[in-house]
Structures are given as structure tokens and as C-alpha cells.
């Protein structure tokens, strides 16, 4: 068996990369069963991140795809948002940042398979959830087998299929996949007459999605479409506006049920937790890489929230994590209306978000900067390519309750998924806000085998392999295999055991880096070395932050009464209100060094800020801890002032601010600079 399995680790790391992501393998057939996909005859464990190419200047495309790949994605889901491409009645716009065709031949080059939501519905904090404001005047009902309503949206189908022909898997393109609606709960039958439109339209993709919650009132036949699940470590969609609230504590624990009962609580109310279709695949599309801002709430998301949940779902037996998103992003301008989720639209109108920034506290954020989980994550990401037919045929079993309340710290949450005498332990000891204390004198075993006594500090989130590769157990994590070397990820305060096949048991082992075994084939690394694995990173990361001249202008006019709108949260200021902000010049030194990967960031305080350029408002912000960015390189040659609009913070504002946030009344700025990576 052990040797077995490193035969098929060795070949998962010479083929997977040609099965998952390259081009070469697009076409190539592709199944799946109850455990994973199947491409090309192998198994494989897919890292699925969501990007908006419609809400990122087509000029960014390539390099914010490969940046994706560099940290591990081996596949993208994007929207194709309804009112992006046909705000104005019969007027299908494919141009820019707009054109879904040059988008996927961008995936294409760069080797990335892409799952298509096509809607109509998406939600993804657009204005009426990408539905354009014209057909609210129809008379339909919509997202049912209404004939108006579908008449309409046939259109929109066939200019999509305009867009991705000659590009679909079956004609070696990157299009693998299709999702129809979002986050439905209605008739089976509706999302069956999305499906079967598009494949009269011509269609003919490997598989097809839908969002697994809330359950549907009638199924869809079984196979028709995957189910896919999710969870979060916060919402903005919230009404309450305190810490912790919810039902996200879920989503930290190991679990059978594939359900999350905290996603999307605005729209969709209480749900239950179900276990459905146990013989689909346990996929997810969206796990939460981070978190919008609305106006009412505003969470600060952990780059540790994200592994968490990443490992959780791994542990509970998920073969493909999708996060949303991966990359955030910026809303395009709209003709009619601003085409940000707000209060005043006529759907989907439960908070107000920004008008431009979705930036999401992503791992990639609006700008492709780097935030701290792009690399936490990568080791997670690693693992599950190189290891992708090991793991996929290896069933859970939880050895920690299922339904622990919010921060219960009396026993160690853990889990395993083995098949036969090999498999993987995986521990989870952090849930966010909770501060999970040390475990002591754990005991843990898996396929007959003990590993010895340990002390599971407090934070600890590891995966120790047992009898597979070589290795009867350790108490250090596997990252990747690659010709013949086999790398792991030491534990931060857990002591490397490393217990051989042969017999042979290295105690209290030291990382090493990648250039010196410490044993044969085995590489120990540190987890910030195992972050940056294979990476190949540009130098701008280490370039000094250069300072920028700014200076207050206009004082803040009195303070506007913030009221609670129609969906009974807080509402966001109007066009009049920003007139009475307070007003600051930001002066760019020129030329710029680097302009094209050159980040303003702006240290401020207060309610919420915008960036204006020559009149125009280019950027917007809801304060809520984190600096201001705004990519330099997307402004007009010339431009080498801006101004900076800033309302400020009342007392007792009915809004949710985190703990980072200073919550000082009023409003100043403490630091402007140019930096090259975000951080």
C-alpha cells in the first residue's frame, strides 16, 4: 500500500499539473463520481477562486490570472452579470473589461479552466443581483418558468454562447463548467429550463453546477447539475451590528452535514442544515476567501479564518474548494446607474455597498495586492494538487462533536479521512474570536496507528499524514512532491517527529529550506519557506513605501442624520451628503518610479472616504480598519493631484465596526504613501 501510494504521489506530481491546468489537456474527458472529478482518467482535487473579469480592467487580466495560478488556483469561477453587458434594453455591450470572450482567451493562455455563472440571477453585490433595472417594468415573475421571463433571458443566453464558441472544453478551451441562477430556492423545474436553453442554444459542457443552498422546494433529476456549498467567516448581510453574530462559529468545525446555515440570512432567512446527495462529489463554490463591506456592517476578516475554513472543509471531506472570492475587485461604470448592491434599487436591495471598491479582503485584493492568506493558503493548495489521488477516495470520520456551541474549548476538534491502512489527520484549534486554548497530552490515532502525546497550541491548524509516503506518521505537514523530493511544513510549537517505514523515528527535526535534506528525499520547511514554495515573485515586494505630500483643504460641514432605509440597516450618504465632507489634496511626486505596479495607500479615520480624480470620482471606501488603496496605474497620464473626500464618524452611528477600527469621533489622516504590494 505505502509504496502504492508513493507511486501515485509521484505521478499525481508529473501529471496533475497536465490534467488540471494546462492547455494541452483541455478537451481531455472529464467525469466525476461521489468522491472528486476524474480528468482524463485521474483524479483531481481542483482549488477553484473566484474573479470578476467584468469588475477588472481588461488590460489586468493576464497578470492578475497568473497571479492566481501562483498562488495555487487551478481553476476560476467568474459571474457573467445581466446588467453588466445589457444595462440598456437590446444593448449587449462586450467591449473592455466587458468582454467575456478575451477574458477566457486569457484563461486559455494562462492554462486555467473556468466555470461560468451565467445567471440571470448572480446576486455577487450588484446592483438588483445583476437583473437590469428594465426588467422590473416587464410584469413578469422572475426566476420562474414565467414564458416573459424566460424570453428574456434567451437573449442574454445566446449572446453569452456568442462569447464562448470555439471556447468550450469539448473544442479545447478553458470553459469547463456552467452554474445556472444563484442562491435559488424555488421549483427544480425552473433551474431545469435555464439548463435546457442553454444546451438548445448549444451549450455542451463536461458539467454543470448549482449552488447547493438554500434547498430547493422540488429537485433537479440527479446528475443534472452538482450541488456546491460554502461557508463564511462573517457577513455583511447581517442586520445586527455586533461581534460575532450568527451562525459563522459553524463553519470552524468539522462536520458531516455539507450545508452552511449562515450564508446569505437577508435574502434567504433561516435554513437548515442538510446532508443532501451524499452521492455528489462535496464541492464548494463559495468559501468565504474574505469579506465585502457594507455600509451598516463591516467585518474585519483573519487571514486565519480563511485557512481555517479551507481545512475544515478539506477535513470534512471536500475534493474542491472554490473560494469567493480570491480576487476582488472594482465595479465598472454604469450608463444609468452606479451598479453597486444599494437600498434604493429595485431588487435584491438589502444593504448599500461601496460604488466602486469590491475588494473583498481577498487573498488578491482590488488591486492584486497580496494580503497575508494569498500565501498562507499556498501550502494547503500544494498539498492538494500533489496529493489529489491519494486524497480524494479518503472518506471522513469525525472524532469531535458535530454541534459545539460558539467558542466551546473543552475538546480538540479533529477528524480523518483514510482509506485502507493510509490516511490524513487533520486539527482545527482556532474559530474566530473564540480563542481556542492549548489541548495537552492529545492522543491521536488513525489506521491503526498512535502518534505520540502532544500539545496542540492554541491557533494550531495542521494536517499529519499517516503511512503515506513513506512515512508511518508525523507531526509535520505534507506540501508537495515534485521529482522525487518530498517537502513538508513544519507546525508552528508542535516538535517534528518524523516516523520512517523503514523503521528509522527522527525526533525534535529542524527545517531545513529546500536546498538540504533532512533526510533523503525529505525536505523540512518553515511555514513562511512553504508559503513561497515554487513561487516565482516579482522584487517589488521589498521596495520601500515612498511618503506623499497631502494637506487638509476643507473642514467637514455638520454632520448629515443617518437614518435606517428600506431594508431596516443604516443607508449609505448620498451624492449631497459627500459635498459636505471634508476635503484633502493629495499631491503625486512625478515621475512616479514603477507607476504600473504603484498602490496609493491612505491611513485614514472616519465613517467613509472617496478619491477623486479631476472631478471624477475614481475610488470609495467604508472605513473599517484596513488602509485605503487605489492602483495609481488606472489613472489618466497627467494627473498628479487628487483630492480625498472624508464624512466623519458620528457618535453611536447604528453601523457594526470591528475591533481594528479606531472609533474616534470625527475624522483625520494619518499617512499617505505609495506602496508595491499592499501589506
Not at 453587458?85 to 473556468?114: A, T
Amino acid at each position: 500500500m505505502l509504496m502504492n501510494n508513493r507511486l501515485i504521489a509521484m505521478l499525481a506530481a508529473a501529471l496533475l499539473s497536465c490534467t488540471v491546468a494546462t492547455a494541452s489537456n483541455f478537451g481531455k474527458p472529464v467525469t466525476w463520481d461521489r468522491h472528486s472529478l476524474i480528468i482524463d482518467g485521474r483524479r483531481v482535487c481542483p482549488v477553484m477562486g473566484e474573479l470578476h473579469y467584468s469588475r477588472i480592467p481588461a488590460n489586468e487580466w493576464q497578470r492578475e490570472v497568473h497571479k492566481m495560478r501562483e498562488g495555487g488556483v487551478t481553476m476560476i469561477a467568474t459571474y457573467v452579470f445581466w446588467n453588466h453587458v445589457e444595462e440598456e434594453e437590446g444593448v449587449f455591450r462586450w467591449d473592455g473589461q466587458r468582454s467575456l470572450r478575451r477574458f477566457l482567451e486569457v484563461c486559455k493562455e494562462e492554462q486555467m479552466p473556468v466555470v461560468l455563472r451565467l445567471g440571470p440571477f448572480c446576486h455577487g453585490e450588484v446592483r438588483n443581483g445583476g437583473i437590469p433595472d428594465w426588467m422590473f417594468l416587464k410584469g413578469c415573475k422572475m426566476r420562474t418558468v414565467d414564458s416573459m421571463f424566460l424570453s428574456y433571458v434567451k437573449p442574454l443566453y445566446r449572446q453569452i454562447f456568442t462569447q464562448v464558441q470555439g471556447l468550450q472544453w469539448k473544442d479545447g478551451g478553458p470553459v469547463i463548467a456552467a452554474q445556472f441562477d444563484n442562491e435559488y430556492r424555488g421549483l427544480g423545474e425552473y433551474l431545469m429550463a435555464l439548463k435546457q436553453m442553454a444546451l438548445d442554444i448549444g451549450f455542451d459542457l463536461p458539467f454543470y453546477t448549482r449552488t447547493g443552498w438554500p434547498e430547493l422546494s422540488t429537485p433537479v433529476p440527479f446528475g443534472e447539475m452538482l450541488p456546491l456549498y460554502g461557508d463564511y467567516a462573517d457577513g455583511f448581510w447581517d442586520k445586527q451590528t455586533t461581534e460575532g453574530c450568527g451562525n459563522y462559529y459553524k463553519a470552524f468545525n468539522f462536520k458531516a452535514y455539507r450545508s452552511s446555515t449562515a450564508i446569505g440570512t437577508d435574502l434567504l432567512g433561516e435554513q437548515a442544515e442538510t446532508t443532501e446527495a451524499e452521492a455528489y462529489p462535496y464541492f464548494t463554490c463559495e468559501l468565504g476567501g474574505g469579506m465585502a463591506t457594507a455600509y451598516h456592517r463591516r467585518p474585519y476578516i483573519y487571514a486565519e479564518d480563511a485557512y481555517s475554513m479551507a481545512l475544515v472543509k478539506l477535513g470534512s471531506g471536500s475534493n474542491l474548494l472554490g473560494y469567493y472570492m480570491y480576487h476582488g475587485g472594482t465595479n465598472p461604470e454604469g450608463k444609468l446607474y452606479t451598479l453597486n448592491e444599494c437600498q434604493t434599487s429595485p431588487g435584491t436591495a438589502n444593504n448599500d455597498l461601496p460604488v466602486y471598491t469590491y475588494d473583498f479582503q481577498a487573498p488578491l485584493g482590488e488591486f492584486g495586492q497580496t494580503y497575508p492568506h494569498y500565501y498562507m493558503l499556498r501550502p494547503l493548495h500544494l498539498f492538494m494538487h500533489d496529493y489529489a489521488e491519494i486524497l480524494a477516495p479518503m472518506e471522513a470520520q469525525f472524532h469531535s462533536a458535530q454541534n459545539l456551541k460558539q467558542g466551546e474549548d473543552s475538546t480538540l476538534r479533529w477528524t480523518i479521512r483514510s482509506r485502507g491502512d493510509s490516511g490524513f489527520i487533520f486539527i482545527n484549534n482556532y474559530e474566530r474570536f473564540a480563542n481556542l486554548t492549548a489541548k495537552k497530552n492529545v492522543a491521536l490515532e488513525a489506521c491503526g496507528m498512535k502518534l505520540p502525546q502532544l500539545t496542540i497550541p492554541m491557533g494550531c491548524m495542521a494536517i499529519f499524514p499517516v503511512n503515506i509516503d513513506g512515512l508511518r506518521y508525523a507531526t509535520a505537514q505534507l506540501v508537495a512532491q515534485r521529482n522525487g523530493k518530498v517537502y513538508l511544513m513544519q507546525v508552528p510549537n508542535i516538535p517534528t517527529i518524523i516516523a520512517l517505514q523503514s523503521g528509522k523515528t527522527l525526533k525534535n527535526v529542524k527545517p531545513r529550506g529546500t536546498t538540504t535534506p533532512i533526510y533523503n528525499n525529505l525536505y523540512l520547511l518553515t511555514r513562511e519557506q512553504a508559503e513561497h514554495l515554487f513561487i516565482n515573485e516579482t522584487t517589488l515586494n521589498g521596495q520601500q513605501a515612498e511618503p506623499v505630500a497631502f494637506e487638509k483643504t476643507r473642514e467637514a460641514e455638520p454632520l448629515r442624520a443617518i437614518v435606517k432605509g428600506r431594508a431596516l440597516v443604516a443607508e449609505a450618504p448620498s451624492e449631497a451628503d459627500w459635498e459636505q465632507a471634508a476635503i484633502y489634496r493629495i499631491t503625486l511626486s512625478a515621475p512616479l518610479s514603477n507607476i504600473s505596479e504603484a498602490l496609493l495607500r491612505i491611513n485614514y479615520r472616519g465613517d467613509c472616504a472617496r478619491l477623486y480624480a479631476n472631478g471624477r470620482l475614481v475610488a470609495d471606501n467604508f472605513y473599517y480598519g484596513r488602509p485605503f488603496f487605489y492602483g495609481l496605474w488606472r489613472l489618466s497620464e497627467g494627473i498628479t493631484e487628487l483630492e480625498l473626500r472624508i464624512l466623519p464618524l458620528q457618535p453611536d452611528a447604528p453601523i457594526y465596526l470591528p475591533r481594528e477600527a479606531d472609533r474616534t469621533v470625527g475624522e483625520c489622516v494619518n499617512k499617505v504613501e505609495i506602496t508595491y504590494n499592499g501589506l
